[in-house]
DNA sequence: TACGGTCAAGGTAGT
DNA sequence: ACTACCTTGACCGTA
């Protein structure tokens, strides 16, 4: 098994210990310059006291909430806010730097590149945009931009395509995306294809893997997704366990030792970042290095 | 201050 | 056709 104190750990969005989020947002109805300048004052100050918190906790990677700038690719966004705060995140972007944060985001569901509704394709390439362009302000060299395929729609391949297509053009966006697999819809071979279709890594997410493996062992999955990260930073991996009580693919709250376990033992080299994705935040890392310690203790 | 209904957006699957 | 569900929880009016 791989040494865990060599894996770079990290996690969403918030931190529990410190009731910190980057992920303040409002209602579309009080979408005011006032409004949004305050929210983004807050995730600014949270993500400060987190990146502090991490490197004084032994973590390195943040993936920053999609809230941070609320409704920033929003066609009524009502200011300009690259211009307005183009220096406040670059000196956030500076701390993280400073104390060895890796950054990173994830849009969720309603991203949909390969839709075959051009509106649906123009309103996910603007919240990719947005994306990449608060990746670039940060001055994250080595940032991740975490995408699924999405829907299926008319047929597989053609949605790979579109999905290609659509996303070829947009350098800014490549420069930080990475593809996902997920639970149900895309298993870790069509990702490969897509993400080599475009000149991206993929990130392995291990519960997803679990309920979609497409007969790939953990251990070969692994191999396959480590050569695509070539260029762009240490290999990032996603950890996850089932909450027990829900439906198949739910997040827990923690990680279940033997997951961990899991993972750390198919892996060829401790050299890899995993993001912890449960719902205890940094506090299910914790747990996960605790029960680790004890039973690498005599 | 706590709570429950609601919130920008898309898509799948079960009925 | 309709509904539940996904999920980064958070906002906001009401009690």
Same mark, same amino acid.
């Given at each position: 098994?791989?040494?865990?104190?060599?894996?770079?750990?990290?996690?969403?969005?918030?931190?529990?210990?410190?009731?910190?989020?980057?992920?303040?947002?409002?209602?579309?109805?009080?979408?005011?310059?006032?409004?949004?300048?305050?929210? %983004?004052?807050?995730?600014?100050?949270?993500?400060?006291?987190?990146?502090?918190?991490?490197?004084?906790?032994?973590?390195? @990677?943040?993936?920053?909430?999609?809230?941070?700038?609320?409704?920033?690719?929003?066609?009524?966004?009502?200011?300009?806010?690259?211009?307005?705060?183009?220096?406040?995140?670059?000196?956030?972007?500076?701390?993280?730097?400073?104390?060895?944060?890796?950054?990173?985001?994830?849009?969720?569901?309603?991203?949909?590149?390969?839709?075959?509704?051009?509106?649906?394709?123009?309103?996910?390439?603007?919240?990719?945009?947005?994306?990449?362009?608060?990746?670039?302000?940060?001055?994250?060299?080595?940032?991740?931009?975490?995408?699924?395929?999405?829907?299926?729609?008319?047929?597989?391949?053609?949605?790979?395509?579109?999905?290609?297509?659509?996303?070829?053009?947009?350098?800014?966006?490549?420069?930080?995306?990475?593809?996902?697999?997920?639970?149900?819809?895309?298993? @870790?071979?069509?990702?490969?294809?897509?993400?080599?279709?475009?000149?991206?890594?993929?990130?392995?997410?291990?519960?997803?893997?679990?309920?979609?493996?497409?007969?790939?062992?953990?251990?070969?999955?692994?191999?396959? %997704?480590?050569?695509?990260?070539?260029?762009?930073?240490?290999?990032?991996?996603?950890?996850?366990?089932?909450?027990?009580?829900?439906?198949?693919?739910?997040?827990?709250?923690? %990680?279940?030792?033997?997951?961990?376990?899991?993972?750390?033992?198919?892996?060829?080299?401790?050299?890899?970042?995993?993001?912890?994705?449960?719902?205890?935040?940094?506090?299910?890392?914790?747990?996960?290095?605790?029960?680790?310690?004890?039973?690498?203790?005599?």
């Amino acid at each position: 098994m791989q040494d865990w104190r060599a894996v770079r750990w990290g996690y969403p969005c918030e931190n529990r210990t410190l009731k910190a989020s980057t992920n303040h947002t409002l209602r579309l109805a009080s979408l005011t310059p006032q409004r949004v300048q305050e929210r %983004v004052a807050q995730n600014m100050h949270d993500l400060t006291r987190i990146l502090e918190w991490n490197s004084q906790n032994g973590f390195e @990677l943040f993936r920053v909430g999609q809230h941070f700038i609320p409704f920033a690719s929003h066609p009524n966004f009502p200011y300009d806010w690259c211009a307005v705060h183009r220096e406040a995140i670059g000196a956030i972007g500076q701390l993280a730097r400073q104390r060895g944060q890796r950054l990173s985001m994830h849009p969720g569901q309603y991203i949909n590149p390969s839709s075959p509704n051009p509106q649906v394709v123009e309103r996910s390439l603007a919240e990719l945009r947005y994306s990449a362009q608060l990746l670039h302000l940060l001055q994250a060299e080595d940032g991740v931009l975490v995408l699924h395929l999405g829907g299926i729609y008319d047929s597989r391949e053609k949605s790979m395509r579109r999905f290609i297509q659509n996303l070829r053009p947009e350098t800014e966006i490549l420069r930080f995306l990475a593809l996902e697999n997920d639970e149900r819809l895309w298993n @870790l071979s069509e990702v490969l294809r897509v993400a080599e279709g475009l000149g991206v890594p993929v990130i392995l997410d291990t519960l997803h893997h679990q309920l979609n493996p497409n007969g790939m062992d953990l251990r070969s999955a692994i191999q396959e %997704v480590i050569p695509t990260w070539q260029g762009r930073g240490r290999p990032k991996l996603h950890l996850s366990s089932q909450d027990s009580s829900k439906r198949a693919g739910a997040h827990g709250d923690y %990680v279940l030792l033997e997951d961990g376990i899991a993972l750390l033992d198919a892996l060829p080299s401790p050299e890899v970042d995993i993001m912890v994705e449960a719902k205890a935040k940094e506090q299910a890392v914790l747990r996960l290095w605790n029960d680790l310690r004890s039973l690498l203790l005599p």
